[in-house]
C-alpha cells in the first residue's frame, strides 16, 4: 500500500534519507546480527545519528525535526526491511527519549538526549519483569528518593537496547 499521501514533503524527503541509511547498512552486519556476530551493532547506531536521522520529532534543539509522529512512521517503513533488530533499535532512542523530552530537566537532556539523537549514547528500556511481563501495571520495581539519591528495588527480565 502507498502511504506518501499521508506524508508532508519534509517527511518524504525525511523517509528518502532514511532509504539512504538502508541502503548504507553493509550485508555483512545483518549476517553478523544473523549468525549472533554482532551483540549490539553500534555503527548502524552511530551513522544514523551522524546523519541527523534519530528521534526526528524532538525539538531541534536537541537535534531532533520537530517532526509529527507520521514522520518516525515513514522512516519506520523503510527501516522494516532491514528487519526487526534495527528497526527496534532505531526506535528506542524515540520511546526512551520521550520521557527523557517530557520529564526530564534541561540538564538532563543536553546529557541524554542531545548525544543520542547525535548516535553518541544508546538508550535502553528495562520494562519486563519476571510475573508481569509487559504488562507495566504489574510492575513490582520500585525507587525510592532520599536525598539526592535514588534507590532501586526489583528484577527485570529483558533489556532492550542494552
Request: glycine share 10%.
Amino acid at each position: 500500500m502507498d502511504l506518501d499521501l499521508l506524508f508532508t514533503e519534509d517527511e518524504l524527503h525525511f523517509r528518502d534519507e532514511v532509504r539512504d541509511l538502508v541502503r548504507w547498512v553493509p550485508r555483512k552486519l545483518l549476517l553478523d546480527m544473523d549468525a549472533e556476530k554482532v551483540v549490539f551493532p553500534r555503527e548502524f547506531l552511530e551513522e544514523a545519528g551522524r546523519r541527523g536521522l534519530l528521534g526526528p520529532r524532538f525539538d531541534p534543539a536537541y537535534g531532533g525535526r520537530g517532526m509529527a509522529w507520521t514522520g518516525e512512521m515513514a522512516a519506520l517503513e523503510e527501516l522494516g526491511s532491514l528487519g526487526t533488530s534495527l528497526a527496534c533499535l532505531w526506535s528506542l532512542v524515540s520511546i526512551v527519549g520521550e520521557a527523557i523530552h517530557v520529564f526530564g530537566t534541561e540538564e538532563q537532556k543536553q546529557r541524554f538526549l542531545a548525544p543520542a539523537l547525535r548516535g553518541e549514547l544508546a538508550l535502553a528500556e528495562a520494562l519486563t519483569e519476571p510475573r508481569g511481563g509487559s504488562d507495566f501495571f504489574a510492575a513490582t520495581t520500585t525507587a525510592r528518593r532520599e536525598g539526592d539519591t535514588f534507590y532501586l528495588n526489583g528484577q527485570k527480565r529483558f533489556v532492550v537496547g542494552a
